[in-house]
């Protein structure tokens, strides 16, 4: 079993594609575990990348601390692994918890990444996710790792994926009921009970960010996303049309395409960023447009930018400062259409 | 965990011989916890810990109920000497380590290292060890036995609070430095002899023959005394 030492911990990691040239590094989701990511390491690794791929200290088949496991150890490991990677460009990405450590990574180590991919995930605690995960640690203790999953199946894909399962759900939950122990998956999500918010340190990643978001992910939802739009000075954000939270499960052949996509991109200089907003395509291969200049990303319904009408002495003394959303609307409205790759 | 129990027969039932070894280990484990658990209840109840004590140590009764009920045994005399290393292995450890034992704090730390290590057992026992998680997807939902290694795993992830809570309290004296070697050592300890116990469970050992049948004092007791060339039908085919 190939692994790296942490301290006195064991790390369970897969490293495959070629010796040199761009590389990978894929951080799961809470009850994931690496071989979820075969398929993104079998396009990674056509598209000419190196793919690692870890279970996160707690998770699979790396050692799991009985009482403890602070996110600081998750981020050391993440740095022991990259530097297996060597000098090569190393491009990051995580899903949700694994979005979280990934973050964590790149404001203490970003100068030994070429690019960031937050999927999923949260710089912050909002309240709803705060209670959210509250319940579903009380879940976890309750009713143990199954009834974790049943909470959190709904939460992630869609029902036109469940539908053709809905009969052999016990088949799709068995893999992860076997390999995740219920104390580990506890330390985990208690891992986040003494959590600080990220975002004022969210500026000093200076990284080429490409930020993903599920159009119908209301485990982490949008607002969550723009929080890292906003303050990550090179990012993007990227909606995904139909996904749910865990659309790496559900879509993993769009997604992996994005992520080469992103990281060709960064590596020919033509990363856009800037904090334009866009619509992923419904399959890889496709268009990405640009958000709809003039609307609120942030909402539903397509509702338009409110521009507050100005206050009677403003228009006296001096012309309405144009508000944030507005100027960040002007961004997107200058943001290209892109053209698929072949 | 690797590897699963089996091959199942055909109503979908774990080997009688391994549902022997299975539940005499786990009815060892489980034992050891109930009577470490019932010292604490001689006193009169007057703390919390005592009625979440009280509720673990009923629980564990259950448990180990459950499994002399469900579980089609076998006779193994390979299990005296198993027995002998389990039991063993349960008696109270004390920790060792900055700010425990006789050498730095006589008394006080003393105690609290066999408080801490007591609740790295119960820890560990309801942790490390995941019956359930080997029943192969085929094994029969229904049968007594795959219930109760269901039930023991389900209850475990519950009864292992009230140690995680006593553990991780920032308020324990002897600090996280202490806490977690002990703990680790317990865990270690009880998820070797488990993975020990589950790696013999590929081949059937030549010594287990017989059945029981189901319960310990069940119709099946009569086997064990056909085998020993006494005449007592009515015989079941062992597993």
């Known amino acids: 079993m190939p692994s790296i030492e942490v301290g006195t911990r064991k790390v369970y990691y897969e490293l495959h594609g070629p010796d040199d040239g761009p590389a990978y590094v894929l951080v799961n989701g809470l009850t994931q575990y690496s071989a979820l990511w075969h398929p993104y390491r079998d396009a990674l690794v056509t598209a000419g990348f190196a793919v690692a791929t870890f279970d996160l200290l707690g998770q699979g088949q790396s050692d799991k601390p009985e009482l403890f496991i602070d996110q600081s150890d998750q981020v050391a490991l993440l740095d022991a692994l990259v530097t297996t990677l060597g000098t090569r460009p190393v491009f990051l990405a995580g899903i949700s918890f694994g979005g979280v450590i990934a973050l964590r990574y790149a404001i203490e180590h970003g100068h030994r990444l070429a690019g960031l991919v937050p999927m999923s995930t949260f710089a912050e605690l909002s309240p709803q996710l705060m209670l959210l995960g509250a319940a579903l640690r009380e879940g976890l203790i309750r009713g143990c790792v199954g009834f974790l999953q049943d909470l959190l199946l709904p939460m992630n894909v869609s029902s036109e994926w469940l539908a053709p399962r809905l009969n052999a759900l016990d088949a799709v939950k068995r893999p992860g009921w076997r390999i995740n122990d219920a104390y580990a998956l506890q330390n985990l999500m208690e891992s986040f009970l003494d959590f600080q918010p990220m975002t004022q340190h969210l500026s000093s990643i200076r990284l080429p960010t490409m930020v993903l978001n599920g159009e119908f992910d209301f485990l982490t939802p949008r607002g969550l996303h723009e929080t890292m739009r906003a303050n990550i000075p090179n990012s993007s954000l990227l909606l995904i049309p139909r996904a749910y939270h865990a659309f790496t499960l559900e879509k993993p052949a769009l997604t992996a395409w994005l992520l080469t996509r992103f990281a060709q991109d960064v590596l020919a200089g033509t990363w856009p960023g800037g904090g334009s907003v866009w619509i992923a395509p419904e399959a890889a291969g496709g268009v990405m447009e640009p958000f709809p200049p003039g609307y609120d990303h942030l909402r539903s319904l397509p509702a338009r930018i409110a521009t507050p009408a100005p206050t009677p002495s403003a228009v006296k003394k001096s012309p309405a400062k144009k508000p944030p959303a507005a100027k960040h609307a002007a961004a997107r409205s200058r943001a290209p259409a892109r053209k698929p790759r072949a | ?239």
């Open chain 2, 1 to 239: 965990m690797n590897g699963e129990f089996g091959p199942l027969d055909a109503g979908g039932k774990v080997p009688a011989w391994q549902q022997t070894r299975v539940s005499a280990f786990l009815m060892s484990a489980h034992g050891a916890w109930m009577r470490q658990l019932a010292t604490t209840l001689l006193m009169p109840v007057q703390d919390a810990w005592q009625v979440e004590m009280h509720a673990q140590y009923c629980r564990e009764a259950e448990t180990v109920s459950l499994l002399a009920r469900a579980t089609s045994w076998v006779f193994d005399p390979s299990l005296l000497t198993l027995a002998w290393t389990w039991e063993t292995a349960w008696m109270p450890q004390t920790g060792t380590g900055p700010g425990i034992g006789p050498g730095s704090h006589p008394g006080a730390d003393h105690a609290q290292a066999m408080k801490i290590d007591l609740a790295a057992f119960g820890l560990a026992l309801h942790a490390a060890i995941r019956p359930a998680a080997l029943l192969p997807a085929a094994a029969n939902p229904l049968d007594p036995f795959v219930l109760a290694l269901r039930r023991i795993e389900f209850e475990s992830g519950r009864l292992m609070q009230a140690q995680l809570r006593f553990l991780k309290d920032p308020a324990l004296s002897a600090g996280r430095a202490v806490v977690e070697p002990a703990v680790e050592r317990r865990h270690a300890q009880i998820k070797a002899l488990w993975e020990q116990l589950v790696a013999g469970l590929q081949q059937k050992p030549a010594s287990a023959w017989g059945s029981f049948g189901q319960g310990p004092f069940g119709l099946g007791a009569f086997d064990l005394l056909r085998t020993m060339g006494l005449p007592f039908p009515p015989s079941r085919p062992p597993a």
